[in-house]
Nanobody, 115 residues
Framework: QVQLVESGGGLVQAGGSLRLSCTVS????????MDWYRQAPGKERELVAS???????NYTDSVTGRFTNSRDNAKNTTYLQMNSLKAEDAAVYYC?????????WGKGILVTVSS
């Protein structure tokens, strides 16, 4: 059974930083892409960052220049370094993975930004 476990969320002041981690465990052979999504109250889930095949990264415009997505293939882990956090970054952040042709989700982790 494939599991995704997110960590690193919490409360931070505006302008501060957090680093989220997502580790994939279970019987997997090939992770094609690792994504970070977020969902704020009353809003749809949005794709924040993607890292594909360990090298190609994409970001939504609102986080470009502030967030950095990286991946440790040996640990099956992706990281989202979030700097200069704003109130509008507050949301539940979800890790999503495409592995062996299947999609998987983490349970989500809360990021709260105080002004």
């Amino acid at each position: 059974q494939v599991q995704l476990v997110e960590s690193g969320g919490g409360l931070v002041q505006a302008g501060g930083s957090l680093r989220l981690s997502c580790t994939v465990s279970g019987c997997i052979f090939d992770i094609n892409r690792m994504d970070w999504y977020r969902q704020a109250p009353g809003k749809e889930r949005e794709l924040v960052a993607s890292i594909i095949r360990g090298s190609s990264t994409n970001y939504t415009d609102s986080v470009t220049g502030r967030f950095t997505n990286s991946r440790d293939n040996a640990k099956n882990t992706t990281y989202l370094q979030m700097n200069s956090l704003k109130a509008e970054d507050a949301a539940v952040y979800y890790c999503g993975v495409v592995a062996d042709g299947m999609g998987y989700w983490g349970k989500g982790i809360l990021v709260t930004v105080s002004s």
